[in-house]
């Protein structure tokens, strides 16, 4: 029993041993990279062109945005709670007429107050909303 006793206790030794150098190895990391000095490697420029699409896809996502909870909120039971998230977007073909396209998250409160989530396909054209579709119905191809 002494021997059992003598062996737990250099084990927990030695793990309490390890602990506190892997301690003072962490805090010392963070001292070091916090009082870092060194040059820090630039971003890279984005150029005229990655700029103009950034602005583009933001510009289309507010406007996406807007015209999709503007189609919602009368449908809901509580429309100031929707929360929307959008997915990707392009233009699609739908029975011979092209379409925007727009994978939409968006989650609103049930009758009992709690948050459902639903995804749908929004087809827009003119700044409106003329088909929702399932996920499963949207085998439209770009």
Do not use: H
């Amino acid at each position: 029993m002494k021997r059992f006793l003598i062996v737990i206790y250099k084990a927990i030794r030695a793990f309490v041993v390890s602990f506190m150098v892997l301690s003072l190895i962490a805090v010392a990391w963070t001292l070091i990279k916090e009082n870092s000095n060194l040059p820090k490697k630039p971003k890279r420029e984005l150029t005229e062109k990655e700029k103009l699409e950034q602005v583009e896809v933001r510009a289309r996502q507010e406007i996406y945005n807007s015209t999709i909870s503007t189609y919602l909120k009368p449908k809901l039971k509580d429309p100031d709670s929707l929360l929307i998230s959008m997915g990707d977007s392009a233009l699609v073909k739908y029975k011979r007429v092209t379409f925007r396209y727009a994978l939409v998250t968006y989650r609103s409160k049930n009758s009992f107050g709690g948050y459902v989530a639903t995804t749908k396909y929004f087809l827009c054209r003119f700044g409106q909303v003329r088909y929702v579709l399932d996920p499963a119905e949207f085998n439209i191809r770009s």
